[in-house]
C-alpha cells in the first residue's frame, strides 16, 4: 500500500470517531416506501439470493414493456445482459405511460431561468406531463427530418434549460444515442467527444446565461467544428447538422446548410410521434468521464437495465411520493443528471425541478428562494455547494422558508461531518433525514446509499448497499479485508444499471474495471466498512481527482498543460481544500529560456481551461526546475501532493533520483 493510502486509512479512522447516529424520524418511517431496517434487510437479501428472481419481478412492476425478455441476465464476466429480448422505450416509459393517468396533468418539469434582480425570482416554465410528451414528440420529429437515425449519435450541449431534457427524451423516443457534453466544457472537448463517437448532429443553444454573463455555447461549437487533427483532417466530419435553440440571444454564426434553428424547425413537424421498441441492450447514452489516461471515456449505458435502476433508485432512495416536488441541482451534462433530473424522476410521474444558473446569483440565497417559492420537498445536491453555502453565511437560508423540505441528498464526493451536520440544522431544519449517496457514473444509479425511512444514518458515510449490489473492501490480492481496515472498494455481482462497456474501447473497458480484482467491478475507490457493516468512502485511488465533485483525471491535466509550448513537463495532484474537497495543483516545468512569471501562469491556467473547460483549470500552478522521480523516470506524485499540500515530506525517498530537487520544490513557489 503506498503512503497516500495509508494517510487515507488514517483519515477514516478518525472519521470513524463521529459516533452521531440519526435514526429517521417516527413520522417520516410511517409514510415511507421502505419503513424499517427489517423491511430493507428482507428485501436486500432477497435481492441478493436470487438476484435473477428479484430484477424479473421489479422490472414486471416498474417498467413498461412493448415485448418480455426471454431471459434476466446473461452474464459472462465481465460483459452484462439484462432483460434480453425485452422491447421497451425509455421516454414512453417517462411520458406516454403517465398519459391516461392523473399525472398527465402534473407538472413533469418545474423550470427557472437564471436572470433575476436581487430579491425577485426568475422567469418560469412549467411543462405538466402532457406538455412534455408533446414537445419531446416534436422534437423527435425534428430529428427525423434532420436525418436522425436510429443508433446514430447526438452531442448536446446545452445549458440547463427544459430543452436539454426534452433533446434527452427525444433520442431516446427514436433510438438516437445522445452524449451530452458539460455546458462548461471548451470547444476542443466538444470535438474531441465528436471524433470519438462519430456523431452526426450537435444540439446546441446561443449561448447560456451563468452567473450573470452569457456562455458563448455556439460559438463554442463553431470553433471545435473547424478543428483538425495532425494531419490537417478535421475531427468533426461526421457532423450533419446542428441545431440551436435561443436562448440568451447574442449574436451568432449560422452556417447555411448545417445550422438550423429548434424553434424554426419545430413549424415543419407534427407532435405524432410513436416511441421506437428498443431492445433492453440497445444502446442508451454515452456520457464521457475522466479516467487516468489523458482521454476521457465514452460511458456506455444501455435501456433496459439502465431505466430500471434509474426509477428504483429515484423511488427508495428520495422516497419519492405523489406531492413530492423534487429538486436535483445537478447540471444535466454529469451522470447525475442523467438519472436523477430526467429520467428517474419522470419514470416515477414525480414533479422534477430544473434551475438554469449558479446558486448565488444575483445572491447568495437563490437556492432558498426557489425552494420556497416552489414549495421543494426533496433537496439533492454536492458537498462543495454545501460548503460554499456554509461560508456564505447561515443569514442566506434564513430569510427564506424552508420548512416544505422533507428530504435532503448529497452526491458528488465524501461528505464532511461538520458539513453534514449544518446541512441537517441549517437547511433541514433538524427534521430531514439526509441520504448521502455514493455512485458513479460507470454504475448509472446509486449503489450505497441510506433509505430514508429505514436506515440510522452517521455523518459521513454512504451507510449501506442498494437492493441487489454487493459492495466489498478488498486487499490487493482481492481478498475481503477485515471490518474497519481500509481497502478497495469493489462490486461482486452485476446489477442492471452497470455500464456495458467504453465506447469503441473495449479492452480498456476490461484493463479499467474488470482487471484489478478478478471477477469483480473495480470502482477505483478507496473504502472502509465500520463495525456496522457502513461503507465510508475516502476517495480515489488511482489518478483521478475529484474537484467541487467533478471527476478530472490528473493525465488529462498533464497532457493539456504540456500542450503549451512553453512548459516541459508537468504533474498534476490534488490537495486538500475547504470548498471544493480538492483543489487542483500544477508543477510545472518550463522550457528552457521561458521565464516563469505571474502573467505566465494567468496563461497556463487559461490554455487549460481552452483545452479542456474551466472546470479543469488549475488552482495553484507552481513553477519547478525540475520534478522529482525516480530513477526510473517516474514522477514521484506522493511527494509532489505532500508539498502541494503543505505538509512534511515524510516517508521513502530513497529511490529519488535527486534529492536536491524536493528542498527546491518545497522552498521556492517562483
Ligand atoms: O469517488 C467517488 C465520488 O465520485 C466518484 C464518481 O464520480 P462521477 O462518475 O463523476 O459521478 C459523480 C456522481 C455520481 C466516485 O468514484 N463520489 C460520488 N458520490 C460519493 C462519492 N464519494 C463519497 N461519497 C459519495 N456519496
Known sequence: MDKTKVAATKNITSLSQETRVFPPSKEFSKRAHIRSMSEYRKLYNESIKSPEKFWAKQAKNEVVWFAPWKK???????????FVGGKLNVSYNCLDKHLNTPTANKAALIWEGEPASPGRAGEERVFTYKQLHREVCLFANVLKRNGIKKGDRIIIYLPMIPEAAIAMLACTRIGAIHSVVFGGFSAQSVADRVFDCQAKMVITSDGGFRRGSIVPLKKNVDEALAIKD?????????????????????????????????????????????????????????????????????????????????????????????????????????VTGHSYVVYGPLANGATSLMYEGAPNFPEPDRFWRIIEKYGVTILYTAPTAIRAFMKWGVEWPKKHNLTSLRLLGSVGEPINPEAWIWYHEVIGGKRCPIVDTWWQTETGGIMISPLPGATPTKPGTATLPFFGIVPEVVDDQGKA???????????????????????????????????????????????????????????????????????????????????NLKVAE?????????????????????????????????????HVGKEIGAVAKPD??????????TRSGKIMRRLLKQIASGIEIKGDTTTLEDLSVLAKLSSSDE
Open 72 to 82: 434476466v441476465l446473461q452474464w459472462k464476466a465481465p460483459h452484462a445482459k439484462w
Open 230 to 334: 495532425a494531419q490537417g483532417v478535421s475531427l468533426t466530419k461526421t457532423i450533419e447538422k446542428v441545431i440551436v435553440v435561443r436562448r440568451a440571444n447574442n449574436d451568432i454564426h449560422i452556417e447555411e446548410g448545417r445550422d438550423v434553428w429548434w424553434h424554426r424547425e419545430l413549424e415543419y413537424v407534427n407532435a405524432n410521434c410513436p416511441a421506437e421498441k428498443m431492445d433492453s441492450e440497445a444502446p442508451l447514452f454515452i456520457l464521457y468521464t475522466s479516467g487516468s489516461t489523458g482521454k476521457p471515456k465514452g460511458i456506455l449505458h444501455t435501456t433496459g437495465g439502465y431505466l430500471l435502476g434509474a426509477k428504483m433508485t429515484s423511488k427508495y432512495v428520495f422516497d419519492l411520493q405523489e406531492t413530492d416536488v423534487y429538486w436535483c441541482t445537478a447540471d444535466i451534462g454529469w
Open 481 to 563: 479485508v477485515p471490518k474497519n481496515c481500509g481497502g478497495k472498494l469493489v462490486i461482486r455481482k452485476p446489477w442492471p444499471n452497470m455500464l456495458r462497456g467504453i465506447w469503441g474501447d473495449p479492452k480498456r473497458f476490461v484493463e479499467t474495471y474488470w482487471s484489478e480484482v478478478k471477477g469483480s467491478y473495480f470502482t477505483g475507490d478507496g473504502c472502509r466498512q465500520d463495525k456496522d457493516g457502513y461503507f465510508w468512502i475516502v476517495g480515489r485511488i488511482d489518478d483521478v481527482l475529484n474537484v467541487a465533485g467533478h471527476r478530472i483525471g490528473t493525465a488529462e491535466v498533464e497532457s493539456a498543460m504540456v500542450s
Open 570 to 606: 508537468a504533474a498534476a495532484v490534488g490537495r486538500p481544500d475547504e470548498l471544493k474537497g480538492q483543489a487542483l495543483v500544477v508543477f510545472v516545468t518550463l522550457k528552457t529560456g521561458v521565464q516563469a512569471s505571474q502573467s505566465l501562469r494567468e496563461e497556463l491556467r487559461n
Open 620 to 629: 495553484d500552478i507552481r513553477f519547478a526546475e525540475a520534478l522529482p522521480k
